[in-house]
């Protein structure tokens, strides 16, 4: 079973920057789906960013302009960079990969962000 493992959350200052990875342990065939959602606490999981089959990016509007999502196929990994940070964006990161039989989950990162 492939397992996903989210690196790069931490606490960091409003107006900063953080660099999430998420790495697949293995190979995944047939992705048509990439992408990043985050938890906050009391709140639902909710869409960050995603990268579809045919390659197109997709961002919740409060993350526009300021978090870019990325892959390395080669690598088998998943990137989400995150500028201009708020205390809004505080919450648990989950990374998310999808084939046509499974969606595999990362088990979250906290990203803190302090006013």
């Known amino acids: 079973q492939v397992q996903l493992v989210e690196s790069g959350g931490g606490l960091v200052q409003a107006g900063g920057s953080l660099r999430l990875s998420c790495a697949a342990s293995g190979s995944i065939d047939s992705i048509n789906f990439r992408g990043w959602y985050r938890q906050a606490p009391g709140k639902q999981r909710e869409l960050v960013a995603a990268i579809t089959g045919g390659d197109s990016t997709d961002y919740a509007d409060s993350v526009k302009g300021r978090f870019t999502i990325s892959r390395d196929n080669a690598k088998n990994m998943v990137f989400l960079q995150m500028n201009s940070l708020k205390p809004e964006d505080t919450a648990v990161y989950y990374c998310?990969?999808?084939?046509?039989?499974?969606?595999?989950w990362g088990q979250g990162t906290q990203v803190t962000v302090s006013s």
């Open positions: 998310n990969i999808k084939n046509p039989w499974y969606h595999y």
